[in-house]
């Protein structure tokens, strides 16, 4: 079993910030990637921003140079700094994580996903 759990959102003002965390546990054995994705009422889900093992960041070009992602891999977890936040970036924010399991091998592959966190933001 796996979990996968966000923390972080609430409610800001435009050109705030926010600090969204996700921590990842269970019988996880190695991971790959973790990311950002957000999504709105009666929109697709977009890609925020993704990091894999080697350090290597993808942002999604609305949010590049006011969102920032890291990670801690000794504590499964990754990071999603936003500053300058923007009435369009309200959306429930959900982590990904890629990853092997305990017992499956190194070429099995799983994607997990948390529930998400709200993030609205106010003009």
């Known amino acids: 079993q796996v979990q996968v759990v966000e923390s972080g959102g609430g409610l800001v003002q435009a050109g705030g910030s926010l600090r969204l965390s996700c921590v990842a546990s269970g019988s996880i054995a190695s991971i790959n990637g973790m990311g950002w994705y957000r999504q709105t009422p009666g929109k697709q889900r977009e890609l925020v921003a993704t990091?894999?093992?080697?350090?290597?960041?993808n942002y999604a070009d609305s949010v590049k140079g006011r969102f920032t992602i890291s990670r801690d891999n000794a504590k499964n977890t990754v990071y999603l700094q936003m500053n300058s936040l923007k009435p369009e970036d309200t959306a429930v924010y959900c982590c990904n994580v890629q990853g092997t399991k305990y017992g499956f091998g190194s070429s099995a592959v799983f994607s997990w996903w948390g529930q998400g966190t709200q993030v609205t933001v106010s003009s």
């Open positions: 990091i894999i093992s080697g350090g290597n960041t």
